[in-house]
């Protein structure tokens, strides 16, 4: 694996500057903020609503280049608890939740709080928006249904147990999983139950939704498929260790981490192994997937990046980052971007792993980020959610 590694000069885009407001920001007491008036407030180039950017998780936002040069931290939002998630951007709107059990509606540009919605338990998984509605799962163990425009509740749903994987919104459908060990359909318009299905172990990631399928990962090691209209089992495959991540799909095929130390490439349809790959450490995120590539982090600190083009991949390059790497990296035209638990965020180059910045506060970063065409938001442990812009 070590022949992979890029031969590189780490150079800091980021303003030094930049890097000293990242870690005096927290120190100062946060400046009060009043939120640029909905009509006046341009949406951002670039959605990301939803974890993995789309009901297939895929990571991957081929129509934008995500925030690359001159780059500087433009605002912190402070909660009262872990930010263990990653933020969703949609229209002109920013959602994050946090360990204090709170739902929180930002202004993208200021950071200023549009409304916020508080549940009886702590939220570690990220919203879903569609609609002008707010999905979100609590530790409560309910899925709530939240007006976007102003946080109201429209309904909630009950699933048994504690939630920790973000729903999937796919047509009159909102997938969730739970602790309880099943996932869910729910009906978006009411939150009435549309079917169950058990599992062996806890839901902890998102439903991809693809094709006539859906997929999803359990911890009693195994991927399932599933009927959307009544939830019945198509096909599954078991892997050596609990799958915590969300699967990915994309050209027929079903891209997933495990425990054991393995991404898999299962085929969409029957769930036979395509190939897997050794990444010397725990997967706990999800991959992203472009055309080409497959990134994936590992609890090794590795960012790899692994080539598409045949049934025995090779790996292009392998980037370590100081730290674990727990969260999902997210991939742009142009750029792909991981967190560490070291507290450092990275942009890469896709193609042969070269920096393109890096920047650093003091709190470990546990989840990916939303990314727009100049801004990139992400949350971390200090409790704080970090927008870092182009300048």
């Known amino acids: 694996m070590n022949a992979m590694d890029p031969v590189v000069r780490r150079r800091t885009l ?21 939120p640029t ?51 969703a951007i949609a229209g002109n709107s920013l959602y ?16 200023a709080e549009i409304w916020s919605f508080e549940t009886a338990g702590s939220i570690t998984s990220t919203p879903a928006v569609a609609d002008k509605t707010v999905y979100v799962g609590s530790g409560d163990g309910n899925l709530y249904a939240l007006d976007a425009d102003d946080g109201s509740e429209k309904w909630r749903f009950d699933t048994g147990g ?46 991809a939704r693809a094709g006539d399928r859906v997929y999803v990962g359990s911890g009693d090691h195994s991927v399932y498929t599933l009927d959307p209209v009544d939830g019945t089992e198509r096909w599954s495959f078991r892997t050596q260790g609990n799958v915590t991540g969300a699967p990915v799909v994309t ?37 992203a997937v472009t055309d080409e590539t497959l990134f994936v982090g590992s609890s ?35 750029n792909v971007f991981v967190a560490s638990t070291s507290g450092n965020f990275f942009a890469i180059h896709p193609r042969d792993g070269a920096d393109v910045w890096r920047f650093e506060i003091d709190a470990s970063i546990q989840e990916g980020p939303a990314v727009s065409e100049q801004w990139l938001y992400f949350g971390a442990s200090d409790g704080a959610v970090h927008a870092i812009r182009s300048g």
């Open 37 to 87: 008036p909905d009509e006046e407030r341009e949406p951002l180039t670039g959605s990301w609503p939803t974890f993995a950017h789309d009901k297939a998780n895929t990571g991957y936002a081929s129509e934008i280049d995500g925030p690359y040069i001159e780059i500087g931290e433009d605002w912190v939002f402070e909660t009262d608890g872990d930010i263990t998630s990653s933020p």
């Open 300 to 334: 090794d600190g590795s960012l790899y990046a692994i080539e598409l083009n045949s049934d025995d991949p090779d790996g292009r390059w392998r980037y370590r980052t100081g730290g674990p790497i727990t969260a999902s990296p997210a991939a742009t035209a142009t």
């Open 14 to 34: 980021l303003a030094a500057a930049g890097v000293a407001l990242a870690g005096c920001v927290g120190d100062d007491e946060e400046p009060d903020r009043e």
């Open 251 to 287: 050209d027929e095929t079903v891209y997933v981490g495990s425990r054991d130390n393995h991404v898999y490439a299962l085929d969409a349809d029957e769930g036979d192994q395509r190939w897997r790959f050794d990444v010397n450490g725990q997967i706990q995120g999800s991959p």
């Open 96 to 111: 994050v939740a946090s360990t204090d059990g709170s739902v929180y509606a930002i202004d993208p540009y200021v950071g």
């Open 162 to 207: 504690r939630i920790g994987a973000s729903p999937t919104v796919d047509g009159d459908s909102v997938y969730i999983g739970s602790v309880s060990n099943a996932v869910f359909a729910v009906d978006r318009s009411d939150g009435e139950l549309q079917w169950r299905f058990d599992t062996g172990g806890s839901v902890l990631g998102a439903v």
